[in-house]
């Protein structure tokens, strides 16, 4: 799972780590839990992965479901966002970096989660400016 933090401001998102999943659902979200409270997070942005059509297939409806649960687990608020190309852009700014590929895969995960934040951090802006 990849993680990402923004600055103070919330315009910026960076990557942060990626955490494995250790194959117990309570055991990832007490691990996002941890690093939210210790970097006081406000909210934990999550990525949704809704199909290329915009439709909400098996794999968003699943993520839907375990974002219920993981708002549980949390002390801030859990949006979602998105996802939808998401890693491909990851991927493309990696490149473009010159990260090679097996460091490359190691991190696009949080790469792909700064997108994401990015992406909610954008329209999250644009909706404040309306």
């Known amino acids: 799972m990849g993680l990402a ?6 315009r910026i998102a960076t990557p942060l780590e990626v955490l494995e999943r250790s194959g117990s659902e309570a055991q990832d979200h007490a691990a996002i839990a941890a690093v939210a409270a210790e970097r006081e997070v406000e909210i934990v942005v999550v990525g949704l992965p809704i199909s290329l059509d915009g439709s909400m297939g098996p794999a968003a409806r699943a993520a839907r479901a375990e974002v219920g ?9 859990v949006e979602t966002c998105d996802e939808r190309l998401s890693t491909a852009a990851a991927d493309r700014q990696l490149r ?13 995960d949080m790469a792909a989660a700064a997108v994401i934040l990015q992406s909610w951090l954008d329209a ?4 404040n400016s309306t």
């Open 5 to 10: 933090l923004s600055d103070s401001d919330g």
């Open 69 to 77: 649960r993981l708002a549980a687990a949390v002390e801030v608020p």
């Open 96 to 108: 473009l970096g010159d990260v090679k590929g097996s460091r490359r895969r190691q991190v696009v």
């Open 124 to 127: 999250r802006r644009n909706a």
